[in-house]
């Protein structure tokens, strides 16, 4: 491992990044003051950049290479989509500002807003949540409002099934819900009679990511929305997967109540540790007056915020979200328009199928396809014959530049790999990625011990992940400690 | 796959040991352990809690997932082992003694199977 910078620190040295201020130095009193000097690293500018680049260098993103990471839609981002978000008139602005001083911002919201609602067919966005799982516990807050406000307290049971993303319990559970999971049927889609086995007058709603986990469109999605509306919940679309159908089907018309949107996903903003991340929810005019503030809303003399209803759950994050994630993914939408959008879905899905048609007769594919925007592979029967799991396949990967696919989920899959290639890839690239798995699978079979030993060619290896679970270090600790 | 011959098993793989009538511990199978790995957080009902039969009254973390462990049992929880907050490897090391809960006042169960029906459940799932 390479220095942290704390360790590069020499009493000393040091590099002036501030300007002089312009204003009357003030003296606080000592009541207020600190005993010790923060200890900052003190370092050159030269030593300072070759520290950063050396980290920059070592770090892997889709623009180093392909990045087939299931359910994550590692797409291709844009760079005007960056133009767009530096324009000085989005960056140089203040939250406290009048409305009419930022009346495009607020347009890029209302607009924004409009466009997601047409693709998911909701009535109603808001751009507060910072990301996915935050959405997921507005969703919910929203749901949970919704039954309060109709004396239905009683109803404390979010349905989910096995196959779920696992922030979806985990949102249920911080939004005071018990959690009901109910498994997959045999071909990975909702089991309907565990549904409505599970249905009653204490379902507050069901989490549902479709296509699901497996990369299958559930076939009998209108019966499930029906299932729990009719037993008196409410239906939440995990907008994970919505690449692969944005444009094409839409959440609202599959009878979902509420959805969230990855926009850092779906709508191709920086993701990951490129972040920061936005999970916009959607919802229907049931769930409408629950909404967070800061909903933006277009008068005759231009736009404005709207006074929050005396029902809503409230701000859920500080002003409007990120914003400029916002106008990224508004950017993006107006780049591709209402022909790019399902073209783009399309593509992604056509790029799955591409990969997977050509891998099936390699690795098994426990839900044969067609598959939507990502297929599943078991590695299960090639551990078994020759003790190479599903990591090590994916270690393999690392050494021939590529980021390996999810692994080890859904759950209800053995030694699974999730791969998602989405639309932005060429057909060379996932040849090349394509080969690179059948050469790994060989490899298995005739070297088995070199995948045991794989990367060779990355800074850092196989941590050992479960001292770091164990007794993780958090934090730099000075000599002195 | 090591199954301890005198305990009970239920199909989500926990085991059942009753140490009376109506008072019994719930653990994890040794093929529950090895399916999830290396265990590396374990998350304990309160004693007094009332369970039943099909909840999720603990979860376990690995370093591949987090995964519920459900209640064969309806009754209220006696004690908790609290040993597994600061050693959840023991888990793996010693399933069959690494029990989570105990539940006194059983008034329900599951349909649990025995040592030699849990063994063919394995070898049947395993197909």
Redesign the interface.
Known sequence: MSKLIFERSVEGRGCSLLPESPFERTELPARLCRGKAPRLPQITENDLCRHYTSLAQRSFGVNCGFYPLGSCTMKYNPKVNEVAASLEGFTEVHPYQPAYAVQGCLEVLDTAERYLCKITGMDAVTFQPAAGAHGEYTGLLLIKAYHHHRGEDHRNKIIVPDSAH?TNPASATMAGYA?V?IPSAPDGCVDLDALRAAAGPDTAGIMLTNPNTVGLFDRNILEITKIVHDAGGLCYYDGANLNAVMGIARPGDMGFDVVHLNLHKTFSTPHGGGGPGSGAVGCKELLTPFLPAGQVEKTGEGYRFAAPGECSIGRVKSFYGNFLVVVRALCYLLMLGCEGIPAAAQGAVLNANYMMKKLSSTYDIPYPGPCMHEFVMSLQSLKDDCSVSAMDIAKGLLDRGIHPPTM??P?IVHEALMVEPTETESRETLNEAIDAFLALYEEAKENPQKLHEAPITTPVGRPD??KA??SPVLRHRFGEE | MNVQKDYFYTKSHEWVQFLSESTARVGLSDYAQSEMSDIVFVNLPQEGDLVSVGDSFADVESVKAVSDVYSPLAGEVSAVNEELLDSPQKINEDPYGAWLAEIKDISGKEELMDAAEYEKFLAESAE
């Open positions: 696992g959690v999971s080890y989920f759950l992940e479960v679970a164990r």
